[in-house]
């Protein structure tokens, strides 16, 4: 018996077998969860519907968060294929590379828009189409990271970006909790992925993390997944609105990555 028996939900954000939301969803199937997935463009599916069929996944196919029409499409096709929905995994980013590395007020209104549209507001515009398919007891969690309330060197916008996540995941609580659905964010350390090669010297953070961390290590995308399932499950029944850590500690610590070695 999993922890996620009975439950179908979306797995939304995985671009390859290193992306946390692979992590998710290995964890999710093993709990016994029934999965949809989705892409962004067809480079993307050559990668994502292999794995996605590795886990008996029910639906695979193509969503842009940028883009209304493509969203309308695909939950439309969430609601023809299982009419109902118990939960959400929204693992998606996207930040201009130069935004990040270059000095943060020289941030433009254009990429500071893309950062926001793709990375916070997608949030919202998942919540707004699947909460209808939603019951009460359904659940969705968003992955969020520390530069949503330190200054992280070479995470610039993304920062800004994660704040307002997490502030609508605040937001998205109090709404959605009147229709007894709980939404809450992941607070991830630092781990090797697509997403990740467009922060500036990533390496560093990493090492950093590590050595600030509680438990003396970063974390694997696997300890990600396996909490995301918990807020995804009964056992958090009483949890929502929160920002969780996933980070081995790290958070609470004096450990800084932005203090320079
Ligand atoms: P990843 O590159 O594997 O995943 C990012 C995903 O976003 C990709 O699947 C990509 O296709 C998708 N995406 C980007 N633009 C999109 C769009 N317009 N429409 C639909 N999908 C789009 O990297 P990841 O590190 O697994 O990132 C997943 C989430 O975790 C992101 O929100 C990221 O900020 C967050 N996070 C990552 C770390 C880390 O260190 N890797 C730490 C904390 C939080």
């Known amino acids: 018996m999993g922890i996620l028996n009975g439950k179908k939900g979306l797995i939304l954000g995985v671009a390859n077998n290193k992306s946390i939301a692979w992590g998710v969803a290995r964890a999710a199937q093993r709990e016994g969860a029934t999965l949809g997935f989705n892409y962004l463009g067809e480079q993307m599916e050559k990668r994502v519907r292999p794995l996605a069929e590795s ?3 029910e639906i695979i196919a193509p969503m842009n968060v ?10 439309a096709l969430v609601k023809e294929q299982w009419g109902e929905l118990d939960f ?27 950062a926001l549209d793709v990375s916070s507001y997608s949030f919202i515009a998942c919540a707004q189409r699947a909460a209808p398919l939603m019951k009460e007891g359904a659940s969705m969690v968003t992955m969020s990271y520390l530069g949503a309330e330190r200054a992280i060197p070479g995470y610039g916008v993304m920062g800004v970006a994660k704040a307002a996540l997490e502030a609508s995941t605040r937001y998205l609580s109090q709404d959605l909790g009147e ?35 509680m438990l003396k290590h970063n974390v694997t995308q696997e300890e990600v997944g396996n909490t995301c399932v918990y807020l995804l499950s009964d056992l958090a029944s009483g949890v929502t609105g929160e920002v969780h850590y996933v980070d081995a500690g790290f958070h609470v610590g004096a450990g800084d990555p932005g203090i320079p070695d």
Request: aromatic residues 8%; hydrophobic residues 45%; proline residues 1%.
């Open 55 to 57: 886990v008996g996944a």
């Open 66 to 75: 940028s883009d209304e029409a493509s969203m309308d499409a695909y939950f």
């Open 88 to 114: 959400v995994v929204h693992s998606i980013a996207f930040a201009n590379k130069d935004a990040l590395r270059d000095r943060f007020h020289t941030t433009s209104r254009e990429d500071f828009h893309l």
């Open 179 to 213: 229709d007894g659905i709980r939404v809450n964010s992941v607070s991830a350390g630092p781990i090797r992925t697509l997403a990740a090669s467009a922060v500036g010297d990533f390496k560093k953070l990493m090492d950093k993390s590590a050595r600030g961390a």
